[in-house]
C-alpha cells in the first residue's frame, strides 16, 4: 500500500477513471448487443434505430478517451455495413 500522499491520491482517481471507463464500455457493449439481436431478428427498421443509438454510444467513448478513434470508427463502420447487408 502507498504511504505518500500523492500516491494514494492516484490510487483513488485511478479508481474513479476506471470504473467510469468500465460502465461506458459497457453501456457500448449493451448497444452493440443490441444491434446484433436486432440483424439476427432480420429487423431492419429496429436494427437501423439501434445502429443510431449505437454509433451515439461509440462516439461519446472515442470522445472520453475510453476507445481510440479508429477503433471506434471501425466498430461503428461493421455495425453499419452489417445493418445495410439485411434483405
Known amino acids: 500500500m502507498a504511504n505518500i500522499k500523492s500516491a494514494k491520491k492516484r490510487i ?37 434505430t439501434a445502429l443510431a443509438a449505437a454509433t451515439t454510444a461509440i462516439d461519446k467513448a472515442a470522445t472520453k478517451g475510453v476507445y481510440h478513434k479508429n477503433t471506434a470508427s471501425r466498430k461503428v463502420s461493421r455495425l453499419a455495413k452489417a445493418v445495410n447487408e439485411i434483405a
Do not use: M, P
Open 12 to 48: 483513488l482517481v485511478n479508481k474513479t477513471k476506471a470504473d467510469r471507463n468500465k460502465a461506458i464500455k459497457s453501456a457500448v457493449k449493451t448497444a452493440i448487443k443490441k444491434v446484433r439481436v436486432a440483424i439476427d431478428a432480420k429487423d431492419k427498421d429496429a436494427a437501423k
